[in-house]
């Protein structure tokens, strides 16, 4: 009763008292964290560098935990200190580092997280730094997925092409001509392919289509398909012309029309559609290279599975966004930083890290390595697709996300399911679309 | 009560019979379907567990499966080895119980003085921090971030424990303050008053008279507090860099590759094992927070 506490007047003492307790007492929490633990970035002249690896597969864990300890082992005086990132959460984690002047000194991201880091000052230009070996070992198109207005902001290292899994038995038992990396399939070929593979209830391929943008846009560079054209002005806008057609209109008949894709795939991830694949539901899957690893561990005993070429258009080119390697602009030692990616990426050690991947080196003497041209688990086919790997033609605009999350990946979903024509679709995707990128380039 | 008036019980078991259905049939009936959808949450609520459980223990091959199976063919442990072989989870575990614990701990010594200064001492700065303290569950996380950020930067926080259980102190405190303000006006302070006449002190009655009345409320309030930290990822994984560091959830996203592709089974061990503090926790203190939360709902 609050009357009667007033009344006395220990009451009133101890009401200060307890206003004065409440109040000190978050003071007092603070007190023990200012004289706390503090960065320490170099003690006794030593330089100790944060590299934060997004690795998560157990070899490619294992691999760049190693290398780290080789590393640090031949140089006592620049330290490399591991950092587990997640692919889940990196941007975010990224762009609050950048923002608080805490990110790590070396960054591993995607080419296609880049550009927005690129051009806000976080990322050093790395063109001055480069070694003159790594520069030479990565072909010009791979530079060209990690470069920015001219700079070099990540060293690409690692890349996945889209293939095609599939069902070796099926294959064989429908007569279809098995494409090789040197003869793919034709677009057309593919959707015979699809359609004669096509029996009862199971389907001649499934597109797991849950994130279409990208699948799309990187595929349909095979028939010269872009969308984004940068005009002389420097400004981006977006086109949908009959080249950049092709692929999606594949996609919605083989869908819609011969119904010789699975419909209920098309909101599912890649690992989704594994369980259907194993069952012979589906007779081929078009995913990443990497998802190899996850057939090898869960396919059933005598399962037979290949891997095969994209199919091709006007050329055998695909987009891909490799895995890069940065160093922050805040970074003091960025010779040193440096130092460490052209060990990390020496070629023996790139082929480790692209076999514990499943992925595909960007060097060219990584990708002679014998251990990468191998029959097992169709290595070899992969590495014959590396040629063909070109900058994913949306990775370096500005806006991007937006048009992809906003636009793009909705109305292809719409449209591969049937519910709108490619008219609406092109109505969207370009209409909508421009007026998206417009308030990133004004 | 005249002789032609009957019980309402009487009217209710005249009209069963009329309809051929008795009372006692009825209620029986409805406290059935109140069991049936009672169990159909209870089984909604358990089935993400109890998929959990059952996938950490299957073998690859049948996490492949078209057909899963709710008891593994094969079960292995061979998830739980993994996870351990391939993070730091023990390290992870042990982090993650320092933070929940130590901010658990610091927000209920913060929060009992100062919910029962606003539930007693009633005026115009105690309703405006109530106010506070329901428009701060507003603010979403990404809004506060940078800032918080900056300033833990600035104390020297960043990648500490200590900032982060600072954090989540600060973080869960206004809905501590919240319940244990109405767990505290949920004691008459009569009783208060009572033990003020029989020559009880301020502090001696607030140890034993108000104290033992509050411990479910405050019971009930640490387990949110711990839960809440012990759950937390956002921060957690923005404010902690040090791999040694980190906590329980920013370790399981390690289990989590490119275009959401993730490491099943480990991930599910991992995840499993990741529930069971909260769980175990639940289950020892699950009388006093029952008691704790009736109490603190039913006073206004």
Redesign the interface.
């Known amino acids: 009763m609050r009357d009667g506490n007033e009344a006395t007047a220990p009451g009133r003492w101890n009401r200060r008292g307890l206003l004065a307790a409440a109040a000190a007492l978050p003071a007092a929490a603070l007190l023990p964290g200012c004289s706390g633990e503090r960065r320490r970035r170099s003690s006794g002249g030593r330089i100790t560098l944060r590299f934060q690896s997004l690795a998560w597969q157990r070899d490619s864990l294992k691999a760049n935990e190693q290398l780290v300890a080789e590393w640090n082992a031949h140089h006592p005086d620049i330290q490399v200190r591991y950092v587990q990132g997640a692919w889940a959460t990196v941007h975010d984690q990224l762009l609050t580092s950048f923002e608080g002047g805490e990110a790590p000194d070396i960054i591993h991201d995607a080419s296609d997280d880049l550009a927005d880091f690129a051009y806000g000052g976080d990322l050093a230009d790395l063109t001055a730094l480069l070694p003159a070996r790594l520069r030479q070992d990565i072909p010009r198109h791979s530079w060209e997925t990690a470069t920015f207005n001219g700079r070099v902001y990540g060293v690409p290292f690692l890349q996945e092409p889209r293939v095609l899994i599939a069902n070796r038995a099926k294959l064989r038992r429908s007569g279809v001509r098995l494409p090789t990396p040197e003869r793919p399939w034709t677009w057309e070929e593919f959707a015979e392919a699809a359609r004669r593979l096509t029996r009862g209830s199971d389907y001649g391929v499934a597109w797991p289509l849950k994130e279409p943008v990208s699948a799309t846009l990187n595929l349909a560079l095979s028939t010269g398909g872009r969308l984004f054209h940068r005009r002389p002005d420097g400004k981006v806008e977006v086109r949908f012309d009959a080249v950049d057609q092709v692929v999606p209109r594949t996609i919605h008949d083989q869908v819609n029309v011969d119904r010789s894709a699975s419909r209920t795939t098309l909101g599912m991830g890649g690992a989704d559609t594994l369980p259907g694949f194993f069952a012979g539901r589906y007779a081929m899957v078009p995913l990443g290279f990497s998802y190899r690893q996850q057939i090898v561990q869960q396919a059933p005993e005598g399962f037979d599975w290949t891997v095969l070429p994209a199919p091709r258009g006007t050329s055998t080119a695909q987009g891909v966004s490799p895995q890069t390697l940065s160093i922050a602009e805040d970074c003091p030692h960025k010779e040193e930083a440096m130092a460490f990616i052209d060990f990390l990426l020496r070629p023996p050690n790139m082929v480790r890290l692209a076999l514990g991947d499943w992925l595909l080196p960007t060097g060219q003497e990584a990708l002679r390595d014998p251990a990468l041209r191998v029959a097992k688990h169709d290595w070899a086919t992969g590495t014959a697709l590396a040629g063909s790997l070109r900058s994913a033609p949306a990775q370096s605009v500005r806006g991007y996300p937006e048009w992809k999350d906003k636009i793009a990946t909705p109305g292809l979903q719409e449209y591969y399911s049937g519910a709108i024509g490619l008219a609406a679709l092109r109505k969207r995707v370009v209409r909508d679309g421009n007026l998206v990128l417009a308030r990133y380039q004004r | 009560m005249s002789g032609t008036e009957r019980p309402a019980g009487g009217r209710r078991a005249e009209a069963g019979r009329r309809t051929g259905r008795p009372g006692g049939a009825r209620r029986a009936a409805t406290r059935t379907g109140q069991y049936t959808a009672l169990l159909a949450y209870l089984l909604f609520l358990a089935f993400p567990f109890l998929w959990l459980v059952s996938t950490a223990f299957k073998p690859?091959?049948e996490?492949?499966?078209?057909?899963?199976t709710w008891i593994p063919e094969a079960p292995t442990l061979e998830n739980f080895r993994?996870a351990f072989?391939?993070?730091p989870l023990l390290a992870a575990a042990g982090n993650s119980l320092l933070a929940a614990a130590a901010s658990a701990l610091?927000a209920i010594?913060?929060a009992t003085?100062?919910a029962?200064?606003l539930a007693?001492?009633?005026g115009r700065l105690s309703r405006a921090a109530t106010g506070w303290v329901v428009v701060s569950q507003a603010f979403p996380l990404v809004l506060v971030?940078?800032p918080l950020?900056?300033i833990l930067?600035g104390?020297?926080?960043?990648?500490?424990?200590?900032?982060l259980i600072?954090v989540y102190?600060v973080w869960s405190l206004p809905f501590a303050l919240w319940m244990l303000t109405g767990y505290v006006r949920a004691v008459p302070?009569?009783l208060e008053?009572a033990a003020a006449v029989d020559g009880a002190?301020?502090v001696r009655t607030l140890v034993s008279v108000t104290a033992p009345l509050l411990a479910p409320g405050i019971a009930a309030t640490a387990l949110f507090a711990f839960v809440t930290a012990w759950n937390e990822f956002?921060f957690a994984?923005?404010l902690l860099?040090?791999?040694e560091k980190?906590t329980l959830p920013?370790?399981l996203?390690?289990?989590?590759?490119?275009?959401?592709?993730?490491?099943?089974g480990p991930l599910a061990a991992a995840a499993l094992l990741a529930t069971l503090p909260s769980l175990l926790v639940f289950a020892v203190i699950q009388r006093r927070i029952t008691g704790g939360m009736l109490a603190g709902a039913v006073k206004s």
């Open positions: 690859p091959r996490l492949g499966s078209l057909h899963p993994l072989e391939q993070q610091v010594a913060l003085p100062m029962y200064i007693r001492y009633r971030i940078i950020f900056l930067k104390l020297h926080l960043v990648d500490s424990r200590t900032g600072m102190v302070p009569e008053e002190g301020r956002f994984l923005v860099k040090s791999p980190q920013v370790v996203t390690h289990f989590i590759g490119t275009e959401g592709v993730a490491d099943l």
